[in-house]
């Protein structure tokens, strides 16, 4: 008996088509070439069985989501990869540019930090001079969404980021 995680195609075309519909309403494409794509959503399902968070299908995940917070799908980096080079990391969005074949895909530089640094952005104090707003301004760090309230929203309206993927910003 193997220990390989499975994936049905059924699984790799609903989430597929949930991430299409929302990539299209959130002003995000998906890489057009379906069967790339198709293999990079397979990836982030076997993530979710194994780890339990979509960490993106590029990158290894320590197993612990708290470090892994960044590279979960859709990833911290995926909007800076997107302005500068037409796509994130592993390729899943794409850039309208792209989209259209006026820009061609290209390496993308490693943007995460060592994980000692980013530990370190974790325990940065609030931004002073704040403490008057009557509630915390949270700020998903996926699609720089704000919002002020008690608790950051469950999700994300912008980019669909699970209410964990949120800070406060001030």
């Not at 069985?49 to 995926?78: A, E, F, M, V």
Request: hydrophobic share 30%; with cysteine; charged share 30%.
């Amino acid at each position: 008996m193997s220990d390989e995680i499975q994936v049905t195609e059924e699984e790799v075309d609903r989430l597929y088509k949930k991430l299409y519909r929302e990539a299209e309403a959130g002003g995000y494409h998906l890489n057009p070439d379906v069967e790339q794509t198709k293999d990079l959503v397979r990836g982030i399902l076997v993530n979710e069985k194994r780890y339990g968070y979509w960490n993106c299908p590029c990158r290894l995940s320590s197993g612990i989501k708290q470090d892994d917070l960044d590279i979960i799908c859709p990833c911290d980096y995926r909007d800076p990869d997107l302005n500068d080079y037409g796509t994130c990391y592993c390729a899943l969005y794409v850039s309208q540019a792209v989209l259209e074949g006026t820009q061609k895909l290209r390496p993308i530089p490693e943007r995460r930090l060592p994980l000692e640094e980013r530990q370190k952005a974790w325990t940065k104090p609030a931004v002073a001079g704040t403490s008057a707003l009557p509630y915390p301004v949270w700020r998903c760090k996926v699609c720089g969404y704000l919002c002020a309230r008690d608790e950051p929203p469950e999700v994300c309206p912008v980019c669909k980021a699970k209410k964990d993927r949120f800070e406060v910003f001030m």
